[in-house]
C-alpha cells in the first residue's frame, strides 16, 4: 500500500462541475482546416483495419492539428482529467468515420484491445445486453444506467455518432474532487480505498446467462495510489459488487463503506459535469483523473437512427508511471497492444 497522501489535491485538478457548468471553456472546437487535415492524414492508412496499429503519429502526421493534441494530452494528465472535442463531421461513412478517428487515437497513445475478441474500435450501442443483472454482461451493449466508474486503460475516448431519442446524457467527476472531500468527510474511509478491492473478472466475453463464473481479480485494487508525489485514482464499483457471485460471500463492511462513500460524494449536488453529446462530440476521460457514467437511453424506433458511439480505449504516449505491482499498472500491460516496430510497415 502506497503512502497516504494527507494534503489536497490542486483545484486544477480537482474541479467542480457547477463552476464548470457555467464555462464553455472545457470545450473544444475543432475547425474545418483542422479536420480536413486529420481526414488527409487518414488516407494514408492501408484498407486493412488489422494493419492500422502499425501507424503512428510519425506515419499520420497532423502538422497542425497534431500540436493541438499535444496540449489536450497534457490536459488529460496534468490539468482537469478529461477533454471535449466539439464539431468533428460525422456525415461521412462509417468507414470514414472509424479511419479519422484511429488518426486522433494515435496520436494521444497505443489503442487497447476492449473485450475478449480483441476488438480496438468498440460499437458502444444496445445490443440487448442486461447490464446489472447479468454479472458478465458489458455496459456498452445495454440501454441500461451505468453508474460512475473508471475503465483499465489510461483513457477512454467516445465519439458520438447518433444520439438517442431520449437519454444516454454523459456525466463526468473528478476522482480528485471526491479525494479532497474524503479528506474532510470520511478521512477513516482511506486506508481501505488505498488498500483496495478484491473485484469480479469475467471468464469470458459470451458466458451464458450464469452458467459459468468469472474469477477474482489477481490482486487487490487500490481506489488511490499516492506515488512519485502524485494522486492515481480509479474505481469500478460494479466489478467490486459482483464478486460475491465468485465467493459466495459478502463484500467486507468496512469496504463497503468506502465504496458506499465514494459513491455518496460523487453523487454530490454540484460536483459532476453533465451533458448531452451530440454528433460530431468526442469525449476523452483519464481514468485515473475522472469517473464517468451515462444515464438510461430510449432508442428510435428506426434500426439506422439507433444510438451509437465508437470507443476507443487508450495507453496515454506520455502517461504516468504506475506502481509495477498494482493492479492499475498490471490493467495497462495485459490488455495494452503492444506497438509495432514502425519498420513493420506494410510495403516497407
Known amino acids: 500500500m502506497s503512502d497516504i497522501k494527507t494534503t489536497p489535491v490542486d483545484p486544477r485538478m480537482a474541479w467542480d462541475g457547477a463552476e464548470l457548468q457555467q464555462t464553455s471553456g472545457w470545450i473544444d472546437t475543432v475547425d474545418a482546416a483542422e479536420f480536413d487535415e486529420l481526414r488527409r492524414a487518414a488516407d494514408r492508412l492501408p484498407s486493412d483495419p488489422a494493419q492500422w496499429p502499425c501507424y503512428g503519429p510519425g506515419e499520420l ?58 476488438d480496438l474500435i468498440a460499437e458502444v450501442t444496445d445490443r440487448g445486453g ?49 479525494y479532497n472531500r474524503l479528506l474532510d468527510e470520511a478521512p477513516h474511509v482511506l486506508e481501505t480505498l488505498y488498500r483496495g478491492f478484491n473485484y469480479y473478472v469475467r471468464l469470458t466475453e459470451t458466458a451464458p446467462g450464469g452458467e459459468e463464473k468469472g474469477r477474482v481479480g489477481p490482486v487487490r485494487d487500490a481506489a488511490y495510489i499516492h506515488a512519485d508525489g502524485r494522486l492515481t485514482g480509479g474505481i469500478n464499483p460494479q466489478s467490486i459488487r459482483s464478486l460475491p457471485e465468485v465467493t459466495g460471500e459478502p463484500i467486507p463492511a468496512e469496504e463497503l463503506e468506502a465504496l458506499e462513500t465514494v459513491e455518496r460524494i460523487a453523487e454530490s449536488p454540484g460536483l459532476s459535469l453533465r451533458f448531452a453529446m451530440r454528433p ?69
Open 130 to 178: 442486461r447490464y446489472g443483472e447479468d454479472p458478465h454482461a458489458r455496459g456498452y451493449t445495454s440501454n441500461a444506467e451505468m453508474r460512475f466508474h473508471s475503465d483499465v486503460a489510461d483513457v477512454v475516448s467516445l465519439l458520438c455518432v447518433r444520439a438517442a431519442a431520449e437519454g444516454g446524457e454523459s456525466e463526468i467527476v473528478s476522482t480528485m474532487t471526491i
Open 280 to 348: 460530431g462530440d468526442l469525449l476523452l476521460v483519464d481514468n485515473y483523473m475522472v469517473l464517468h457514467k451515462r444515464t438510461q437511453f430510449v432508442d428510435f424506433p428506426e434500426p439506422s437512427r439507433k444510438r451509437l458511439l465508437l470507443r476507443l480505449w487508450l495507453n496515454l504516449h506520455n502517461g504516468r508511471a504506475l506502481p509495477v505491482c498494482s493492479a492499475k499498472a498490471i490493467h495497462r500491460e495485459a490488455f495494452g497492444r503492444p506497438a509495432k516496430a514502425r519498420t513493420n510497415l506494410p510495403g516497407s
Open 61 to 118: 502526421p497532423l502538422p497542425t492539428f497534431g500540436a493541438r493534441i499535444a496540449r489536450m494530452a497534457d490536459e488529460l494528465e496534468n490539468g482537469r482529467g478529461f477533454i471535449l472535442m466539439r464539431g468533428l463531421d460525422t456525415r461521412g461513412s462509417e468507414a470514414e468515420l472509424r479511419r479519422w478517428y484511429w488518426v486522433i487515437g494515435a496520436h494521444f497513445g497505443e489503442m487497447v484491445a476492449q473485450n475478449a475478441k480483441g
